[in-house]
């Protein structure tokens, strides 16, 4: 298993930034897909955005134009920069890894709060 360890939620008001950062902890495969998820009360979790190693991303339509994924291949880090957040932004935000040796892994969530 891929230990994943999230950071960077937090408050902020409509129409602010944040940075969310996410670290594998254990060894990856060089082939492997990361990104982002999010939860917001009474919702399904959704997909944010994704990266693959070659640096290919998708977002969801609400991501597009606001949300940029990168990532650092040496670091095994990802990174989430979400700007002209709404106060729809507001989710528990998950990281997520998955390759085809070891499956999916998850984070234990974020806490993004936008407030009106």
């Known amino acids: 298993q891929v230990q994943l360890v999230e950071s960077g939620g937090g408050l902020v008001q409509a129409g602010g930034s944040l940075r969310l950062s996410c670290a594998a902890s254990a060894t990856i495969f060089s082939i492997n897909v990361m990104g982002w998820y999010r939860q917001a009360p009474g919702k399904q979790r959704e997909l944010v955005a994704t990266?693959?190693?070659?640096?290919?991303?998708n977002y969801a339509d609400s991501a597009k134009g606001r949300f940029t994924i990168s990532r650092d291949n040496p670091r095994n880090t990802v990174h989430l920069q979400m700007n002209s957040l709404k106060p729809e932004d507001t989710a528990v935000y998950y990281c997520h890894y998955f390759s085809v040796q070891i499956g999916n892994c998850w984070g234990k969530g974020t806490l993004v709060t936008v407030s009106a």
């Open positions: 990266i693959t190693t070659g640096g290919s991303t």
